[in-house]
């Protein structure tokens, strides 16, 4: 059973909306578009979906192929991640993994992409894989 509780918050800080499992804990964060996408109050052209994670194709796509694989869960960054998180992060390789297949991928390659940090490019504080491609990418990356 599915259960979601509130926190209150009286400062301007981010509140934790955290959404149990008996077996999997998925935390929100209030302020979170890509929260705000998995709980369904911001649509998206979804890829895959799994009880972890979500894949959906980028708004602003930046190559013929751009989709997006977040944890359900809110995790803001790399340096966000746990040991708790060890399952749900195979799981995010593992769909990119189909996705890539799927997409024919598997051919002519890809790249995946973590921005970390708003200097390496990151604007939402969610962890997402990029998955890109259908173009030849350069290196190094700008
Ligand atoms: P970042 O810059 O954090 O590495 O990547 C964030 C990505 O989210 C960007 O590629 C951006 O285009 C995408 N994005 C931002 N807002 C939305 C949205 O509302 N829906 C979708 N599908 N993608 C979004
Ligand atoms: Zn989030």
């Known amino acids: 059973m599915l259960c979601l509780w509130v926190s209150t918050s009286q400062s301007n800080s981010k509140t934790m909306l955290p959404l149990k499992s008996t077996s999997y804990t998925i935390k929100a964060m209030s302020d979170c578009l890509f929260c705000e996408i998995v709980a369904g109050n911001i649509p998206c052209k979804k890829v895959e979906e799994t009880d972890t994670l979500l894949a959906f194709e980028d708004i602003n796509p930046v190559a013929p192929i751009h989709v997006l694989v977040i944890p359900k869960t809110h995790i803001a960054d790399v340096l966000g991640i746990t ?60």
């Open 83 to 142: 040991d708790n998180h060890s399952s749900v992060i195979a799981d995010m390789y593992s769909m990119v993994n189909k996705i890539a297949k799927d997409r024919g991928l598997d051919k002519m390659g890809f790249r995946l992409v973590v921005n970390n940090g708003s200097e390496a490019g990151q604007t939402v504080f969610h962890l997402h894989f990029h998955l890109l491609g259908g173009r030849p990418m350069a290196w190094p990356p700008g």
